[in-house]
C-alpha cells in the first residue's frame, strides 16, 4: 500500500512523541489507515529548532516553529502537520486551517529544582532558568526575590543543564513530561493561581490545506469538542491582546458540562504589573469570551506598557 498520508512535524523528542499519538489516533479511527506503511512521518527542522543562543522573543515570537512546517503543507510535502497549540500563531496563513484538536493534557506546569524544593522554599537569589517570558513574569511577580535567566532547548536539555547546576530550578509544561514519561523527575505541579499557564498549553492540533476536504475529513474525527471550545476562548483572548512570545499572557479555560470559565492575565517582563480579567459563560459563548476578556485587560494597558 502506498502511503495515504504525511504528517509533518518538529524533530524534537515531544514533537515526535506527538505526532506518533496523531498517527495512533488516524489509524485507530480509519481501518485503511492501519497498514504500517499508510502514514508517513516527516521530519522538518524549523527556524525555532535551529535558533538555540536565544530567547523565542528576541528571535521573533511564535511562528518560529510553524512556518517551515506550513511552508511544507503549502507546496505539498506533506499532508498535516501537527503541533503544540501554545506555539501556533494567533492568525494562520492563507490557504490554512486548524482542523483538528485532539484531547488536552493537564495545562499546568511542573517544577523542577536540584534541592527537592517548590518555587515557594527556593533560598533568596536562587536562579531559575526559563525560555519564556509568561513564566519569567510569574516568577518575579511571586518571587522578586529570585534570579531569572533564559534557558532553551528540549525537555532533556533543559534538565541536563539543571543537572549540571547551571540553574537551581526550572519549569516545564506537565503536558509534554506526560507524553515523554518524565513525570518521575518533577519536583511539584504548580497550580494555576501560582502558575497560571500558556493559551492553548497541553492542546495538540493538527493543521492542514483549506481546501484538502480528503485530509480534513480523516483529522475530524479525532477532533475533542471539549478541547475545542478552551482553546477557542484562549485563543479568542489572545487575538484581541494581539498577543506574541513576547508578551508575558496567560490564559485558562475551563468547561464542567456546558458550564465556561475564563481566567487570564498580562503581566510586565519583571512581574511588577499584573493586569486579569475573568469571564464566565457557555460552550458556545467560547469566542466571545475570550475577546470580551481580551479588550478588558487590553484597555487597562497603559501605552508604554510592552516597551518597559
Same mark, same amino acid.
Given at each position: 500500500?502506498?502511503?495515504?498520508?504525511?504528517?509533518?512535524?518538529?524533530?524534537?523528542?515531544?514533537?515526535?512523541?506527538?505526532?506518533?499519538?496523531?498517527?495512533?489516533?488516524?489509524?485507530?479511527?480509519?481501518?485503511?489507515?492501519?497498514?504500517?506503511?499508510?502514514?508517513?512521518?516527516?521530519?522538518?527542522?524549523?527556524?525555532?529548532?535551529?535558533?538555540?543562543?536565544?530567547?523565542? @522573543?528576541?528571535?521573533?515570537?511564535?511562528?518560529?516553529?510553524?512556518?517551515?512546517?506550513?511552508?511544507?503543507? @503549502?507546496?505539498?510535502?506533506?499532508?498535516?502537520?501537527?503541533?503544540?497549540?501554545?506555539?501556533? #500563531?494567533?492568525?494562520?496563513?492563507?490557504?490554512? @486551517?486548524?482542523?483538528?484538536?485532539?484531547?488536552?493534557?493537564? #495545562?499546568?506546569?511542573?517544577?523542577?529544582?536540584?534541592?527537592?524544593?517548590?518555587?515557594?522554599?527556593?533560598?533568596?537569589?536562587?536562579?531559575?532558568?526559563?525560555?519564556?517570558?509568561?513564566?519569567?513574569?510569574?516568577?518575579?511577580?511571586?518571587?522578586?526575590?529570585?534570579?531569572?535567566?533564559?534557558?532553551?532547548?528540549?525537555?532533556?536539555?533543559?534538565?541536563?543543564?539543571?543537572?549540571?547546576?547551571?540553574?537551581?530550578?526550572?519549569?516545564?509544561?506537565?503536558?509534554?513530561?506526560?507524553?515523554?514519561?518524565?513525570?518521575?523527575?518533577?519536583?511539584?505541579?504548580?497550580? #494555576?493561581?501560582?502558575?497560571?499557564? $500558556?493559551?492553548?498549553?497541553?492542546?495538540?492540533?493538527?493543521?492542514?490545506?483549506?481546501?484538502?476536504?480528503?485530509?480534513? $475529513?480523516?483529522?475530524?474525527?479525532?477532533?475533542?469538542? =471539549?478541547?475545542?471550545?478552551?482553546?477557542? =476562548?484562549?485563543?479568542?483572548?489572545? $487575538?484581541?491582546?494581539?498577543?506574541?512570545?513576547?508578551?508575558?499572557?496567560?490564559?485558562?479555560?475551563?468547561?464542567?458540562?456546558?458550564?465556561?470559565?475564563?481566567?487570564?492575565?498580562?503581566?510586565?517582563?519583571?512581574?511588577?504589573?499584573?493586569?486579569?480579567?475573568?469571564?464566565?459563560?457557555? =460552550?458556545?459563548?467560547?469566542?466571545?469570551?475570550?475577546?470580551?476578556?481580551?479588550?478588558?485587560?487590553?484597555?487597562?494597558?497603559?501605552?508604554?506598557?510592552?516597551?518597559?
Amino acid at each position: 500500500m502506498s502511503t495515504a498520508l504525511r504528517i509533518g512535524t518538529r524533530g524534537s523528542p515531544l514533537a515526535l512523541a506527538q505526532a506518533h499519538e496523531t498517527r495512533d489516533r488516524l489509524a485507530a479511527a480509519h481501518p485503511d489507515l492501519a497498514a504500517p506503511d499508510a502514514i508517513e512521518i516527516v521530519v522538518i527542522k524549523t527556524t525555532g529548532d535551529r535558533i538555540l543562543d536565544r530567547t523565542l @522573543a528576541e528571535a521573533g515570537g511564535k511562528g518560529l516553529f510553524t512556518k517551515e512546517l506550513e511552508e511544507a503543507l @503549502a507546496d505539498g510535502r506533506v499532508d498535516l502537520a501537527v503541533h503544540s497549540m501554545k506555539d501556533v #500563531p494567533t492568525w494562520l496563513p492563507d490557504g490554512m @486551517a486548524l482542523a483538528s484538536l485532539l484531547p488536552r493534557e493537564d #495545562p499546568r506546569d511542573a517544577f523542577f529544582s536540584r534541592g527537592g524544593h517548590g518555587l515557594d522554599d527556593l533560598p533568596a537569589g536562587s536562579v531559575v532558568g526559563t525560555a519564556g517570558l509568561r513564566r519569567q513574569a510569574q516568577v518575579l511577580e511571586r518571587r522578586p526575590d529570585l534570579t531569572v535567566v533564559p534557558l532553551r532547548g528540549n525537555v532533556q536539555t533543559r534538565l541536563s543543564k539543571l543537572d549540571a547546576g547551571e540553574v537551581d530550578a526550572t519549569l516545564l509544561a506537565l503536558a509534554g513530561l506526560r507524553r515523554l514519561g518524565l513525570t518521575e523527575r518533577i519536583t511539584a505541579v504548580l497550580e #494555576p493561581d501560582v502558575m497560571l499557564p $500558556a493559551v492553548a498549553q497541553g492542546a495538540i492540533g493538527i493543521e492542514t490545506r483549506s481546501a484538502d476536504d480528503r485530509t480534513r $475529513a480523516y483529522v475530524a474525527a479525532l477532533n475533542c469538542p =471539549a478541547t475545542a471550545t478552551r482553546v477557542t =476562548a484562549e485563543r479568542a483572548l489572545l $487575538a484581541a491582546l494581539d498577543g506574541s512570545c513576547r508578551t508575558p499572557i496567560a490564559a485558562l479555560a475551563r468547561l464542567d458540562g456546558d458550564a465556561l470559565t475564563l481566567e487570564a492575565k498580562v503581566l510586565s517582563p519583571d512581574g511588577r504589573r499584573v493586569f486579569r480579567a475573568g469571564r464566565a459563560g457557555t =460552550a458556545a459563548e467560547a469566542a466571545a469570551m475570550g475577546a470580551d476578556a481580551g479588550a478588558e485587560i487590553k484597555a487597562q494597558l497603559p501605552p508604554d506598557f510592552f516597551r518597559t
